[in-house]
């Protein structure tokens, strides 16, 4: 009898071992087909990697680059038409409103050979973002380095909603301060220690997104932070946070993007050694 219970029990234990294997693979897997898709996403004609200028527009006529007029009355930006310009595959031969990347129906796209651009509101200030695909940080691009996959750093943190809602001041790389809305605070624990780290909820999204950056940020990942982004918690208030999904900010590639960074209370304190590490040839 004792006999069949031990046998019964190493049947069991190899089970739980096998299963708990699978899980691991899975997990790889996961991240391996997430980096996959954040090559995919970064490296596309209208990528990141594309961005190749950003001019910020004063009040009355601006001609921020090469054969585009544009006149700005608060904030009502109008084009002149140009030589080559169209938006969604139609010729610009009238003036026309472009709505910046705040609107509900997002920005107005305008197409000139290689080139688009659109207008962004940063705070009260309107800026014109200037993308090309055949941009050198496109077709030079180097790849991307990450740490290992590894399953400690897929954490399950609980959250705890701000009642009220809890508002912070999130300063980007052009030095503007916006007060941004925090819904709550993700908990967890890492090596018996509690941590908290405030998400927040972009326009019209669902997932959190956490701007963070921890001690690799010294010499392994970019300085200035780094981006993950978690689903909402389940019926019980957990939330998966996995920094092996962690990602650069696209001004770890570019100096024409306006990126957020971290708060205080998401600079962590001891090392992530999970996600993708500072590009080869970025920027500070």
């Known amino acids: 009898m004792r006999r069949l ?3 019964s029990l190493l049947v069991a234990l190899a089970a739980c071992q096998r299963e708990a294997h699978v899980d691991v693979i899975a997990h790889r897997n996961e991240v391996l087909q997430w980096r996959a898709n954040r090559a995919k996403r970064l490296t596309s004609e209208n990528g990141w990697l594309t961005l190749v200028g950003l001019h910020w527009l004063n009040e009355g006529v601006n001609q921020p ?15 002149q038409p140009g ?22 129906n997002g920005p107005t796209i305008v197409k000139m ?49 701000y009642k009220p809602e809890k508002h912070v001041a999130i300063t980007d790389v052009t030095g503007m301060t916006s007060d941004t809305a925090v819904p709550g605070a993700l908990v967890f624990n890492v ?34 932070a780094r981006y993950l ?5 389940d019926k019980n208030g957990n939330v998966i946070v996995d920094f092996n999904k962690a990602y650069n900010p696209p001004c770890a590639f570019t100096s024409f993007a306006t990126c957020p960074l971290p708060p205080p209370q998401n600079r962590l304190p001891f090392r992530i050694e999970a996600g993708e590490k500072k590009y080869r040839n970025g920027h500070a």
Do not use: C
């Open 229 to 233: 982004y978690a689903s909402p918690p």
């Open 191 to 224: 090596d018996g220690k509690e941590y908290r780290i405030d998400p927040i909820i972009e326009q019209g999204e669902t997932d959190f997104f956490i701007i963070f950056k921890d001690a690799t940020s010294r010499d392994a990942t970019y300085p200035a």
């Open 83 to 104: 030589v080559g310009q169209t938006i969604d595959n139609k010729s610009v031969t009238a003036p026309v409103r472009l709505m910046d990347d705040a609107a509900e």
């Open 113 to 161: 050979g290689t080139t688009t651009f659109q207008v962004i509101k940063r705070g009260e200030r309107y800026g014109l973002r200037v993308k090309d695909s055949q941009a050198p940080t496109r077709t030079h691009f180097l790849g991307l380095d990450y740490f290992d996959v590894d399953p400690k750093w897929r954490i399950e943190a609980h959250y705890e909603p």
């Open 65 to 79: 680059i090469a054969g585009v007029t544009l006149d700005r009355k608060g904030d009502v930006i109008t084009l």
């Open 5 to 7: 219970f031990a046998i």
